[in-house]
């Protein structure tokens, strides 16, 4: 039953973002195309709900140049970055554009992080397992450690939240999304 409340929740909320926050997203759109070349958006195919192949939106945040998206995972200080790109990593203002796939139900606020199609290959059962419920613009992982954490790590955490999922962890994840987004992930990464 949670699952369904929840569902409701996300597109009554991303509805309601989407329209409180349009004029952000163009101002943000005009400033990435005046610091550099390329398109607005950033897209990329990520697995979903039940292996639910889905595109997720990002504001592009790095050069236009050609990359392996599974290389590595891209740290602030990565010279590919623009100026503008910094900013918007920092704030997670990058992720907003999720809001939308919240909306159309191939995301939820809160939950795993969409991965790759490629690590389902590689970490199998314990990577399925995200797969039970709807990949988040958050989620658990993200709130304790995130890219700083090694990919085992943010499986397990992953994992947990699917065998707890409820109200009052995803608000837990929430504010502390918040505090994360407004003081910066390093003050919460657990040593």
Known sequence: MYLVIKRFFD??????????LFP???????LIKLDSRGPIFYL????????HLFRVYKFR???NKRRDPNAKQTFLDD?????MGGFLRRFK???????????????????PRPALPGLYEKYGELANKRCSVRPGMTGWAQVNG???????????????YVDRVSFPLDLRILIKTVAIVLFGEEKYIKK
């Open 11 to 20: 597109f009554f909320i991303s509805f309601a973002t989407l329209l409180f």
């Open 24 to 30: 952000l997203l163009i101002v943000v759109a005009v």
């Open 44 to 51: 990329q195919n990520r697995v979903g709900k039940n292996g």
């Open 61 to 63: 945040t790095m050069t």
């Open 79 to 83: 010279p590919d970055i623009t100026r």
């Open 93 to 111: 203002i990058d992720e907003l554009p999720q809001i939308w796939n919240v909306f159309v139900g191939d995301m939820s606020l809160v939950g």
């Open 146 to 160: 995130n890219i700083y954490l090694p990919w085992e790590k943010r499986l397990r955490l992953d994992s947990e």
